[in-house]
């Protein structure tokens, strides 16, 4: 598939405008994507016809450098769309995020040469995963690929896969080498092993096996650590497309962006409690309806006060994450491990904060009925546990003494 979006989004269009009709199209996909769930979620992917759907909206380019088929939006913008798919449905906003996204961190890290070839136009997606379960053998043009990588959110739709690996020998401490691959579709095999878990079964997070691909060398960063690989001043996007949002650091990049897709599934368990309440009588003498009750409006309020401050500071995160990308490449002061540990840390909060949220004002107070398989409030319950319990959540409380002792000057 090549990417056109041209039916949607006018090229002649102020980009401004081109980024608010991006979010208004997610918003207006919304009672297709909450009719499409339960069978998402039976297929572990969304369907051909919703992936066309946002190929020909242009959500897939949102990242991508304008020089190559991409429209280059705001991070604000992609969040916002991504969050507003996530209040239709968590599963598909995951499976798309979490290949879309990583077209800000390809231009940040791999060589320009390859920015033509790899985005082909527009038509880029890579799922990623930063465990390197893939041993690299050097041979003749390139690196032999091995082994099998789990979690791979989004792999579905990708045209690439972004990973870890481990290489030959040590480094100076005895630690292993690591470097940075982009590995094209036609390398690895796409598992049929997803769909059994609590929640985000729609979430396209199958594994895939690499089985004696070569890579060619073009594809591979040496000695480059996924997590902490950052450039102090202009990285190779940055210098190419003079935007300072391809140099930045990405372990908070990636935690605000599950932030987003929780923000965004907490308004869905809000939109459904909001449903129940119009429709529904309390359980005990008056037995009024729930919007004339006291205490449903109390729980009601306090879940949308707290969703409300999460997304104010999401996305006055957002955009401190930019101001330290821009003072990066101006030279003003680097974008450091310390601020890349402070705002993942306020994402991962975030994550936290909303999921119990759900938990204590809404799914305790929405009664039983809604607790029902196949039930709206049951799907995204479901999926927020999952979320919660995810591995970049979980790094919240070892986070924190990373980010005590950067603020403290004791690293």
């Known amino acids: 598939m090549t990417a056109t979006g041209t039916t949607a989004l006018g090229l002649d269009e102020d980009q401004s405008e081109i980024e608010q009709r991006l979010v208004q199209a997610a918003r207006d996909m919304r009672d297709e994507l909450l009719a499409e769930a339960s069978t998402v979620e039976e297929r572990t992917f969304y369907s051909e016809e919703i992936h066309r759907?946002?190929?020909?909206?242009?959500?897939?380019?949102?990242?991508?450098p304008k020089e190559h088929g991409g429209l280059e939006v705001s991070l604000e913008t992609f969040y916002r769309v991504a969050m507003e798919i996530a209040r239709a449905d968590m599963s598909t906003a995951w499976c798309f995020t979490l290949s879309a996204n990583h077209a800000l961190m390809f231009a940040n890290w791999f060589p320009e040469e390859i920015h033509a070839e790899v985005y082909a136009n527009g038509d880029f997606r890579a799922a990623s995963m930063y465990a390197p379960l893939v041993k690299a053998s050097k041979v003749d043009g390139g690196w032999q690929l091995d082994g099998?990588?789990?979690?791979?959110?989004?792999?579905?739709?990708?045209?690439?896969f972004l990973g870890q690996c481990r290489l030959p020998g040590k480094r100076e401490d005895g630690s292993p080498r690591l470097g940075v691959y982009i590995a094209p579709k036609s390398l690895y095999t796409r598992l049929d092993d997803w769909g059994n878990?609590?929640?985000?079964?729609?979430?396209?997070?199958?594994?895939?096996?690499?089985?004696?691909?070569?890579?060619?060398?073009?594809?591979?960063?040496e000695d480059a650590d996924l997590i902490d690989y950052a450039f102090d001043g202009d990285s190779p996007g940055s210098r190419a497309y003079g935007n300072p949002m391809y140099s930045g650091r990405h372990m908070s990049s990636f935690a605000l962006g599950l932030a987003a897709l929780t923000i965004g599934a907490g308004y869905n368990a809000?939109?459904?409690?909001?449903?129940?309440?119009r429709s529904r009588k309390t359980t005990i003498p008056p037995f009024v309806p729930r919007t004339e009750d006291p205490d449903f409006l109390r729980w009601y309020g306090s879940?949308?006060?707290?969703?409300?401050?999460a997304e104010a500071a999401f996305f006055s995160t957002v955009e401190r994450w930019m101001d330290a990308a821009r003072d990066n490449v101006a030279g003003a002061r680097p974008f450091s491990p310390h601020l890349d540990n402070l705002l993942g840390g306020i994402g991962r909060e975030l994550i936290v904060q909303v999921w119990e949220t759900v938990d204590r004002d809404l799914y305790r107070t929405v009664g039983s009925s809604a607790s029902k398989k196949g039930e709206r409030f049951e799907h995204v319950f479901r999926d927020l546990a999952q979320a919660a319990g995810h591995r970049n959540p979980q790094l919240k409380e070892p986070s924190y003494r990373l980010i005590a002792t950067g603020q403290l000057g004791l690293d």
């Open 53 to 64: 759907r946002f190929d020909e909206l242009g959500f897939y380019r949102m990242l991508i």
């Open 148 to 160: 099998t990588v789990s979690y791979c959110s989004g792999i579905p739709y990708s045209t690439y």
């Open 197 to 221: 878990m609590l929640g985000l079964n729609g979430s396209g997070s199958h594994s895939i096996r690499f089985d004696g691909s070569v890579l060619p060398d073009r594809f591979m960063i």
């Open 270 to 277: 809000l939109d459904e409690y909001e449903n129940l309440m």
């Open 303 to 309: 879940a949308l006060v707290k969703l409300q401050t």
